[in-house]
């Protein structure tokens, strides 16, 4: 086993530990640990909501999460040498959950996939399904079914949703100005358009006192994935990825937690993988004057892993950028052709006797592939979405029969 060089204690807070992690992107949060490059380390995670839900049958906790708490990120880790310019080679060796024997404690041994409420973080399809759900899933190797979604079971392609470096402050300064503009266009819109800094609940390491406040003001949320990658949630950031990470400050300072056993992509309900506590192990190089070198102005690069499930079979839903409840066409509006895929897919799903929200659950959970088929064909954008056939334990292809419709129960609702 690597050598752990940021150590959690899943029965803790992040805020508890020996060594705490952050929530927040700002380049003044000290480096937990220095590694050389050459080195093989484990680092390990929190849940991205650091143990706020709980394995049970009501989605009371997610109705109550409390938002200003994420990410729990592990880190920041700094690679010696590295200086602005250069690339991080990071090999990602090996993802797991917390081993199970360690009890019901949060993001052990089992996953969570919720949808919040419209009011609290909302989702894809929050105008669709406001209210809060839950699913559980549990672990098998490298299965996952859920006593709330009966009837499915599929392979995960587990990943960390959130991987990044440390912006510059310089960079911090423009994200913060440029996501603030956006929301001065609507700021009163419910979910927001974006999350300003935040100085609540913030968790910067080891900072306190008017250094942790600085953090609390200017620090960038955790949300979106940005320049420095971030809450990317690509599923296929996975075992066997080789990342290129760009340095925007010295020793690069690498973040990572949000660990995902399984994602579909879209990631559509927002806590939409099946998010656990767990490990990473990565392998750690680095390429001197490498952004400059191979033309990376912003963002990582990535070379996706063999390590993946093999569906062969799919049945996919199509979607355009047309709104069909009012009939208004839209240019070339891949989201919402997405948005119209996925919705495609749960009435389908929905003659199966599931609900909507299990269906969208299993959407955002299970590994589909989404697709962005045409951007070109004026007016409509086109996206589709392949959904594996042999994740069911039922016929779940179109046949003269009809759909085999059974009682699938329901998904943990809140009261
Ligand atoms: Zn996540």
Redesign the pocket.
């Known amino acids: 086993m690597p050598e752990v060089v940021f150590r959690v204690d899943q029965s803790k807070s992040m805020r508890d530990q020996d060594v705490p992690g952050h929530n927040r992107w700002h380049p003044d949060i000290p480096a937990a640990v220095t590694v050389r490059p050459g080195s093989e380390v484990r680092i390990e995670s929190r849940e ?1 909501m650091d143990g706020q839900v709980v394995n049970d049958d009501s989605a009371n906790d997610i109705r109550d999460l409390d938002l200003n708490v994420n ?1 729990m990120l592990s880190g920041p880790i700094a690679v010696e040498g590295a200086e602005p310019g250069d690339l991080i080679v990071v090999d990602i060796l090996d993802i797991g959950p917390v081993p199970q024997e360690t009890g019901a404690v949060a993001g052990q041994g089992w996953g969570y996939t919720g949808i919040f409420a419209r009011g609290n973080g909302g989702g894809f399809l929050t105008d669709w399904y406001p209210d809060p759900c839950k699913a559980i899933w549990d672990f098998h190797g490298q299965m996952a079914t859920s006593r709330h979604i009966p009837g499915v079971r599929f392979t995960g392609i587990t990943h960390p ?2 991987f990044g470096s440390a912006p510059s402050a310089d960079m911090l300064a423009r994200w913060n100005r440029r996501e603030q503009a956006l929301i001065d266009t609507d700021p009163d819109k419910v979910p927001p358009l974006a999350l300003p800094p935040e100085p609540t609940e913030v968790l910067a390491g080891t900072l306190t006192g008017s250094d942790l406040e600085r953090v609390g003001r200017e620090g960038a949320r955790t949300v979106p994935p940005r320049e420095n990658g971030g ?1 990317q ?1 690509i599923k296929n950031f996975s075992r066997g990825s080789r990342v290129f990470m760009p340095v925007y400050v010295p020793g690069g300072l690498l973040s990572t937690g ?1 660990l ?1 056993f399984s ?1 579909g992509d879209g ?1 559509i309900t927002f ?3 099946i ?1 656990m506590g767990g490990f990473l192990d990565v392998h750690l190089d680095l390429i001197k004057g490498g952004m400059e070198k191979y033309g990376v102005t912003t963002n990582p690069i990535f070379m996706p892993g063999n390590v993946e499930p093999r569906y062969d079979e799919f049945i996919s839903f199509i979607g355009i950028s047309v709104d069909h409840q009012t009939d208004t066409n839209h240019h070339l509006d891949a989201t919402l052709a997405y948005r119209n895929a996925v919705l495609n897919g749960i009435e389908y799903l929905k003659k199966f006797g599931y609900t909507g929200e299990q269906a969208y659950l299993l959407l955002g959970t299970a590994p589909i592939e989404g697709r962005l088929s045409g951007v070109v064909d004026i007016p409509n954008a086109c996206c589709s979405l392949y959904l594996p056939t042999a994740i069911f334990d039922f016929d779940v292809r179109p046949t003269a029969d009809g759909p085999v419709r059974a009682d699938r129960g329901q998904c943990a609702t809140a009261d």
């Open positions: 991205w990410h949703g959130l809450n949630d949000d995902h994602q990631e806590c939409g993988a998010e």
